[in-house]
């Protein structure tokens, strides 16, 4: 509807990751410097993490775009809980290898004259494993063990990882101490700066035709960065809402009171959003409570709110950290315990 409106050629702010509408912000273009620097070494993993919507899978798509395939075999997975076994198939499908009904080993084997043939056509292969928050530790210790794989000295495989701010922590696991040795460099991904709006607004327009209109006024900036704290997914749910109020309106120029008009009825249509709106998060790292937390749309109610809210994030914090530990002992009983439970089965059964 807006298409015609504005004379665009398309949808600017449409939420599918499209790279052609790469933008970069100075958190990604500082992302893009770690994985070029890592594909650069050719070894060891890359590890960026970054809060859902802020364009983690918009990376992966600009850096496969900006690779010279020709020279590197690119495998892509996006985790979905894959088990170690499973996401071994994955790799090995990346490689060209059938797997079949193979076990553990020989795939290994195979895995490894994959990647063997790979090097012997001129070409490095790259692994990128988006999600990796949601991989369990044993697929995480497979990646390390795949990690291994050299010829001459040099190593075979490189991988670079994805996942939200949680995955910081996972790496913290003490299982995962070798791994968290091979990482040679780690990012996250921020949100972008009031500073970046205008400009984003501007590049996204572009690419579609964009001939001056509409326009966006300082307020109205200000406005957008303010309710979707500078995350690209949401300014760009925002400013697509914004372009079909437009369109409705028949306006040109939007200014701080047409977005308060969107984003009363953005926040109506979206129940979570209506609660709450989103103030900027701290730059220079990963987004810290006091400055992540929603703000209650009534200014009154907000102290209690904003209480409510802390202790409720502090009780997810500490059982967040109390099932990790119980989950660490579990595997560590596991590991010690196997032959003497296996033992009474080896023995003819359990009495």
């Known amino acids: 509807m807006y298409d015609d409106q504005y004379g665009l050629t398309g949808r600017p702010f449409q939420l599918t990751p499209d790279p052609k509408f790469w933008f970069d912000s100075a958190t990604h273009k500082k992302a893009m410097a770690y994985l070029g620097y890592g594909v650069s070494q050719g070894e060891g993993f890359i ?62 084997a195979a895995i490894e004259r994959g990647l063997h043939g790979a090097a012997r056509a001129g070409k490095r292969t790259l692994l990128i494993v988006d999600e990796a928050q949601a991989l369990p530790v044993e697929s995480l ?66 690419i579609v035709g964009w001939s001056g209109r509409p326009r966006f006024t300082d307020d109205a900036i200000a406005a957008m960065h303010r309710w979707s704290g500078g995350n690209p997914r949401r300014l760009n749910m925002l400013a697509g809402r914004t372009m079909l109020y437009g369109a409705i309106e028949r306006t040109d120029s939007f200014t701080g009171e047409d977005l308060e008009s969107v984003i009363t009825d953005l926040d109506q249509d979206t129940p979570l959003a209506s609660v709450y709106r989103h103030q900027p998060f701290e730059r220079g790292g ?66």
Request: aromatic fraction near 2%; proline fraction near 5%.
């Open 47 to 108: 590890v960026v993490t970054g809060e859902p919507g802020t364009g983690k899978t918009m990376l992966v798509g600009h850096l496969l775009e900006s690779l010279d395939h020709d020279e590197v075999n690119a495998i892509q997975i996006v985790s979905t809980q894959v088990g170690a076994e499973d996401l071994l198939r994955l790799v090995a499908e990346g490689l060209g290898v059938a797997t079949g009904q193979m076990a553990k080993a020989t795939m290994l």
């Open 141 to 206: 210790e497979e990646l390390r063990m795949l990690s291994n794989f050299q010829a001459g000295g040099h190593p075979l495989l490189q991988i670079f990882l994805l996942g939200q701010p949680g995955f910081r922590e996972v790496l913290q696991l003490k299982q995962l101490e070798q791994l968290r040795q091979r990482v040679i460099a780690i990012h996250h991904l921020e949100p972008m700066a009031q500073d970046e709006i205008e400009s984003y607004l501007i590049h996204r327009l572009s």
């Open 286 to 351: 990963p987004p810290k409570v006091a400055s992540d937390r929603p703000i209650a749309v009534n200014d009154t109610d907000a102290p209690d709110i904003r209480d409510r809210l802390a202790r409720i994030e502090a009780q997810l914090r500490e059982q967040d950290a109390a099932i990790r530990r119980v989950l660490t002992l579990l595997v560590d009983w596991v590991e010690n315990d196997r032959s003497a439970v296996d033992a009474p089965v080896r023995g003819g059964g359990v009495p």
